[in-house]
């Protein structure tokens, strides 16, 4: 099983930007995928984003593509999530989650994934 941290959310005005960071831990961490979900009161999870963890390919949800930037750095176990031009609408309990099992292109499927952060808040004020 693998641990996930969630960090870098807060309050931030519409057009700005916020650093999510997700850490792992567990023994022998390699997963095949790992993304980003969001949870806004009263609406289900939404993908955000994906990065395969060895090829780096990137994956976005059609309302943050140009906006978000989904990144990993292998030798500290992280992934980022760089959202610029932030709006009213991206308010949400944003999750991090992998993928320990190839689920090829069903990345953006939540039940796909194995194990999921705590979440962290990220508000954006009008």
């Known amino acids: 099983q693998v641990q996930l941290v969630e960090s870098g959310g807060g309050l931030v005005q519409a057009g700005g930007s916020l650093r999510l960071s997700c850490a792992a831990s567990g023994r022998s961490f390699s997963p095949y995928t790992m993304g980003w979900f969001r949870q806004a009161p009263g609406k289900e999870r939404e993908f955000v984003a994906a990065?395969?963890?060895?090829?780096?390919?990137?994956y976005y949800g059609d309302p943050v593509k140009g906006r978000f930037t989904i990144s990993r750095d292998n030798a500290k176990n992280t992934m980022y999530l760089q959202m610029n031009s932030l709006k009213p609408e991206d308010t949400a309990v944003y999750y991090c989650a992998v993928d320990r099992v190839y689920s090829g292109s069903y990345y953006y499927i939540a039940e796909k994934y194995d194990d999921w952060g705590q979440g962290t808040q990220v508000t954006v004020s009008s």
């Open positions: 990065i395969r963890w060895r090829g780096g390919y990137t």
